[in-house]
């Protein structure tokens, strides 16, 4: 028996709450079964909003599961449930959630992932600020850690991302009329998260990560096209894939700065279409717990990762990035010389000097 056909992810993204993506996505699910498709609501947070509850008339709704976790008792979505009911589609709210200990699996999207692979298409909501590579700009912009996130390979590998839009002033003028939040918690988040500003500079991100998405599928499209095309040639030989000739290379050590390295360099690897690899020089044993952390960072991200043996730290990354055709380098700043040594190179500069014919950015550390 053959295994089914992967379902199909489309996610409806916006760059805050109360831009309408669970109603856009309700309304568009009413349309699909009204067509006369078996959709099933697999999890749906309405938060008192009157008109979004409205869409769900007429859905099957799969029971939530209730989970006791330190002494309280939380829902989460029913992934083996909806499995045994085998829907042609689910509609799945939240797409960033963190399931409470005790679940199967850690994040909602690896349920959903768990549904794609059963054929079950999946309509799913997140905002721009969950995206992991945005983490550290969506700090730096709103004053606000972000704490659930999503891979960009996962939202990447999506068949459809629609952008649920809605301007600044026009969200702000919803939360005033106490249409997205009660009045009390409208009035604090006006304050803090939604200001004008904060909610200008996360529609641009959104803006420019839909537009992306959009730009990648279309340029993969023709390629696709053409590679489906040859596939049936008589003498049997595949034609190679397109190759990617920016491969970006991130240098990771212990210290925190690692983790928005990671991002910077993965997101720049994403737009550049090119092949990312992240590597550690073991020089000393120090800090070991530090990088093996980030080294499985960059591995959930995709991002393939080596740890090198040396002494020589520019030596052996630049001798690793000439092997592995590396033409961009990024890095953090390094620490400064020690004071007996006021004239003595640091690493970056060591590298700079080793490595002419390769891009090399230093990635500031960002504070608040």
């Known amino acids: 028996m053959s295994a089914p056909q992967r379902g199909r992810l489309k996610v409806y993204i916006g760059y805050a709450a109360g831009v309408g993506k669970t109603y856009r996505m309700l309304d568009e699910a009413q349309q699909m079964r009204a067509a006369g498709l078996d959709i099933v609501i697999g999890y749906f947070e309405p938060h008192g909003r009157k008109e979004t509850i409205a869409k769900t008339e007429g859905f099957e709704t799969i029971p939530r599961r209730v989970m006791a976790y330190g002494g309280s008792q939380f829902e989460e979505m029913d992934t083996d449930a909806i499995l045994r009911r085998k829907p042609a589609a689910a ?78 002033r026009a969200l702000r003028n919803r939360l005033e009329r106490g249409v997205v939040y009660g009045q009390d918690k409208a009035r604090r988040a006006m304050e803090n998260f939604f200001t004008e500003a904060n909610l200008t500079a996360l529609r641009e991100m959104a803006m420019r990560h839909t537009a992306h998405e959009v730009e990648e599928k279309l340029a993969a499209a023709p390629a696709l096209a053409e590679f489906a095309g040859e596939e049936a040639r008589a003498d049997g030989v595949l034609p190679a894939l397109p190759v990617h000739h920016e491969r970006v290379l991130i240098c990771l050590t212990g210290r925190p700065s690692s983790a928005n390295l990671i991002r910077r360099g993965k997101r720049v690897a994403d737009y550049l279409q090119a092949g990312c690899l992240a590597v550690h020089v073991a020089s000393n044993p120090a800090g070991r717990e530090a990088v093996e952390r980030h080294l499985s960072f960059a591995r959930n991200l995709r991002i393939e990762t080596h740890v090198l043996e040396g002494t020589d ?51 500031a550390e960002r504070r608040r």
């Open 313 to 363: 730290i520019p030596l052996v990354i630049t001798e690793f990035a000439r092997a592995r055709g590396v033409t961009q380098i990024f890095m953090g700043r390094s620490a400064p010389p020690p004071w007996w040594k006021p004239f003595s190179e640091t690493i970056v500069q060591r590298l700079v000097r080793r490595a002419r014919d390769m891009q090399i950015t230093i990635v």
């Open 91 to 168: 509609i799945v709210d939240e797409f960033a959630h963190t399931n409470v200990p005790g679940c199967e699996r850690v994040k909602r999207w690896q349920d959903v992932q768990v549904l794609l692979d059963a054929g079950i298409d999946v309509l799913t909501t997140m905002n721009v600020q969950h995206l992991e590579s945005l983490n550290d700009q969506v700090w730096h912009v709103t004053g606000v850690r972000v704490r659930e996130t999503v891979p960009d390979w996962v939202v990447d590998e999506a068949d459809e991302v629609v952008f649920v839009d809605l301007t600044p």
